[in-house]
């Protein structure tokens, strides 16, 4: 067993994001979550792992702008200051012309060798525009709502397994009920995956707020089309995920061997990967 940085066990939690490493590509859940914190003969240079860790995916990046501005929009409502349509959009577009500048050493595609097109950066402005337009349409209902979080991460335990989750905004409704809503800024075929990162927000914040589960409902807001997707759980299926979390974060923690988390090497997933850089089962384009 190799020896790791005590700090690995101090933060080793199951979490959704895990959750899909995991399943995307057992070996990029290596690089990612393990081989930083390697203190003994490892197979990567830590240093250098953690080096390709400051590397975000365009598509990911493309998200998290819209999500940070949308966040720092509900601070100023949360201290009573005004929210401005204008301010985010003006905010938007200098980070985006700000990424333009630095994709060399921001974008995973580019540091594997993927030139950014023009095309890119024309579909984030116009995407993050219309993602802007549509939460501040939508917003009104929302101000009603008593803000109780927004994206906050917090932790709770299923057995002896560490859960984290972070959800985008926790509204309590005039009937003591609460909403939880997960901002998207993809496509609104989510597919089955959003269920569980509901249902895994549903369980703690039953633990969290003592409520049962049939007072949690939860929502996904499709920001580039409007639409809202709603989710309520009984409490049977919040049993179900617990029974997948528990032996899913065992079977990520039952070796810490390079060799036992093999590579699920893909075209797609590879260019969008960090660590493709160290990995020699990376697939290439062409
Ligand atoms: S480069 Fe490809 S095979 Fe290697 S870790 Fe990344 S996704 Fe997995």
Redesign the pocket.
């Known amino acids: 067993m190799p020896d790791l940085d005590p700090y690995f066990f101090q933060n080793n939690r199951w979490s959704f994001t895990r959750h899909r490493v995991w399943n995307?590509?057992p070996?990029?859940y290596y690089?990612e979550y393990i081989a930083p914190y390697v203190r003994s003969d490892p197979v990567v240079d830590p240093g250098k792992i953690r080096w390709l860790k400051n590397f975000t995916s365009k598509f990911v990046v493309q998200g998290q702008v819209v999500h940070d501005i949308i966040d720092q929009q509900i601070q100023a409502h949360c201290e009573e200051r005004p929210m401005s349509l204008d301010e985010a959009l003006s905010t938007f577009s200098r980070k985006v012309a700000a990424y333009r500048t630095v994709e060399g050493i921001t974008f995973t595609e580019c540091h594997n060798g993927q030139a950014i097109p023009d095309s890119f950066y024309t579909d984030m402005e116009a995407n993050g525009q219309t993602c802007l337009f549509t939460f501040f349409g939508k917003w009104p209902e929302y101000a009603k709502r008593q803000c109780l979080r927004h994206e906050k991460f917090d932790t709770f335990m299923v057995g002896d397994t560490g859960v984290t989750v972070k959800v985008d905004f926790i509204g309590k409704m005039p009937d003591g009920t609460l909403l939880l809503t997960d901002w998207k800024t993809g496509k609104d075929d989510d597919g089955n995956e959003s269920g569980l990162q509901m249902a895994a927000y549903v369980l703690w914040a039953k633990e969290y707020y003592n409520l049962p589960a049939d007072e949690i409902g939860t929502e996904l807001v499709f920001l580039k089309t409007g639409k809202t997707k709603p989710y309520n759980f009984f409490d049977e299926q919040l049993v179900e995920l617990k029974e997948m979390i528990v032996p899913e974060f065992a079977a990520m923690n039952a070796s810490y061997e390079f060799e036992d988390f093999p590579?699920?090497?893909s075209q797609r997933?590879?260019l969008s990967?960090k660590?493709?850089e160290v990995?020699d089962?990376?697939?290439s384009p062409g």
Do not use: G, N, P
């Open positions: 995307r590509c070996r990029q690089f590579a699920k090497s997933e590879c990967c660590f493709a990995c089962r990376t697939e």
